[in-house]
């Protein structure tokens, strides 16, 4: 029992060293367009070139969608009861991460490239650089904070995109089981929603 318990501690300490975590840079929290103006530009896109966002953008954009904004730990979105039980996954080329604010990076979950499992028929997420994938605890309550969570993370992201000249797009048509089993979520989780982000062509 003891050897199996010992080589179960050296498999996990070894697939730990093996993951490439992203550090990602401090968020810029100021510049862009004026508000009223991206909210005027703000739109829906299809077309995405396939070149990878630069890290700094990366964060920052990240941290629109879920950063922490304030000293005691408040988040650039609202959550009901201050539950702040949200998660953003992120779909890469290289792999699949879960955004860690508290210490500004990116956890890798695995190696695979997950985007063909947000693209169902929609090719082109396929080689759009990101898709953030939205995760909340099942919501038992009645009220779909869930939801209302991933709304207000999304909307934040899709400002970003209009201020910055990134396109955008929200999407439900993705393989939801598949998605919870390869980002090895919990019964108790759920994929809400999904948002694809690049380049214009």
């Given at each position: ?34 508000l009223m ?57 290289d792999g ?69 000249g990134l ?35």
């Amino acid at each position: 029992m003891k050897k199996i318990l010992l080589l179960t501690f050296f498999c996990l300490s070894y697939a730990t060293a093996q993951a490439k975590d992203i550090a990602l840079p401090r968020p810029e929290t100021s510049g862009g367009m004026p508000l009223m103006e991206a909210v005027a530009a703000r739109r829906t896109h299809r077309e995405f070139s396939p070149r990878r966002l630069e890290t700094q953008t990366l964060s920052n954009l990240l941290w629109t969608a879920w950063g922490i904004s304030s000293t005691d730990g408040k988040r650039t979105i609202p959550t009901a009861r201050n539950q702040q039980n949200f998660d953003v996954y992120v779909l890469l080329d290289d792999g699949s991460y879960i955004y860690d604010a508290q210490n500004n990076q990116l956890r890798q979950i695995g190696d695979k490239d997950l985007r063909p499992l947000a693209a169902t028929s929609q090719n082109f997420v396929k080689t759009a650089p990101l898709t953030l994938v939205f995760v909340a605890p099942k919501d038992t309550s009645g009220h779909n904070y869930a939801a209302l969570h991933a709304g207000s993370a999304y909307q934040n992201v899709g400002l970003f995109c209009a201020a910055f000249g990134l396109n955008n797009v929200v999407r439900g048509l993705i393989d939801y089981d598949a998605l919870h089993e390869a980002l090895g979520l919990s019964a108790e989780q759920e994929v809400i929603t999904s948002q694809t982000i690049g380049y214009p062509q």
